[in-house]
């Protein structure tokens, strides 16, 4: 089968570091990816990983480990427009289907 | 990346009608996906829109309720047929280049109210 889970909600303060965690079970796994979708808007593509280890761009840094099946999303000094959902998703059976979790929404306050 | 325009962005209408949804993408791309995203969801694809040929649908989809057409590399639509309440969504397009390190990109979404 096909899962993939990260939590539903979180909260964190204007300017520290928050960890979105995101583990799946794919058939023929072919990489993960991260996305940032503002409310009402579509989904904008952050960040890719088919490695094991951390893969950094700026503030946002994401972390692959294949053989746990286990990604997080990085994120640091917190702007209040970095409040949104991240979603986790994968590629499943090569590079045709992109299955995507349920979505973090994340709340950064002042 | 690509530049992708969809067509129209929100509509409401009457149950029972149809509506077409246009993607149109600046350039050549290998693969276009059409999503759905229900309220305070996640999105689900609902097909891959194959060029010159029927699309490849998603359990729980079928083509009745959601034709597709792809007849060419740049430019696919989606119609939302007999429409119902329960298909008021936003309706994604996205595309990608087959290949290692591509992630797929989307289109700004079509807001779709069915009353």
């Known amino acids: 089968g096909q899962n993939i889970d990260q939590p539903t909600e979180m909260t964190a303060t204007e300017g520290a570091i928050v960890q979105i965690n995101c583990t799946y079970q794919t058939s023929g796994f072919n990489g993960l990816f991260w996305y940032q979708q503002h409310a009402g808007e579509a989904p904008t593509f952050l960040s890719y990983n088919v490695l094991d280890g951390l893969e950094e761009k700026g503030r946002f840094s994401s972390f692959l480990s294949r053989s746990k099946g286990y990604s997080y999303l990085l994120l640091k000094e917190l702007q209040m427009k970095d409040s949104a959902s991240y979603l986790c998703?994968?590629?499943?059976?090569?590079?045709?289907?992109?299955?995507f979790g349920a979505g973090t929404r994340l709340a950064v306050h002042p | 990346s690509a530049v992708i325009s969809q067509k129209p962005s929100r509509d409401i209408c009457q149950r029972g009608t149809s509506l077409t949804i246009q993607c149109q993408v600046d350039?050549?791309?290998?693969?276009m996906f059409w999503y759905r995203q229900q309220p305070g969801q996640s999105l689900t694809l609902i097909a891959t829109?194959?060029?010159?040929?029927?699309?490849?649908?998603e359990s729980g989809f079928v083509i009745d309720k959601f034709p597709i057409s792809r007849p060419n590399l740049t430019f696919s639509t989606l119609t939302v047929s007999n429409m119902s309440p329960e298909d008021s969504s936003i309706y994604l397009c996205s595309v990608s280049v087959r290949g290692e390190n591509q992630p797929q990109h989307f289109g700004d979404g079509t807001r779709l109210s069915i009353l």
């Open positions: 998703a994968s590629y499943s059976g090569g590079y045709n289907k992109l299955i």
């Open positions: 350039s050549q791309v290998t693969m």
């Open positions: 829109a194959n060029q010159g040929s029927e699309a490849t649908y």
